[in-house]
């Protein structure tokens, strides 16, 4: 196998390291949660949805909130807010005629945080 991009290194060798390989092999989760785990990060995949979500990092906010610091819609915001619902990143409780949401748990607010220092180094 050539090498055509020097930046990018490349195995040459045609030894296998079956140990490595069965080791990963009894590590790696089944082929349904690999696809659960895909369209999970998919979520994350929209700058909206990322911009929800650090808005409800550590604070409760309703819809209409959210639209004005954002600068959209209600009906833009609820619609992205009821994919990050469905999906368990966001939750919300009701009190009188407002509807307050939050991050669903730490989980959520864990991978944010960590995604932003990943891209931040």
């Not at 060798?13 to 999970?40: G, Q, W």
């Amino acid at each position: 196998m050539k090498n055509h991009d020097k930046n990018i290194p490349l195995c040459e060798c045609e030894e296998l390291h079956e140990s490595v390989i069965n080791k990963k092999r009894e590590e790696m989760p089944d082929v349904s949660t690999l696809y659960t785990l895909a369209d999970f990060f998919k979520i994350f995949g929209d700058s909206t949805r990322i911009s929800i979500l650090f808005a409800l990092d550590g604070e409760k906010m309703c819809v209409c909130d959210i639209a004005a610091m954002l600068g959209m819609t209600k009906s833009a915001v609820s619609h992205q807010l009821k994919i990050l619902r469905t999906s368990d990143l966001v939750t919300y409780e009701r009190s009188g005629k407002n509807v307050f949401y939050s991050l669903a748990d730490e989980h959520v607010k864990d991978i944010i945080e960590k995604a932003l220092e990943h891209i931040s180094e």
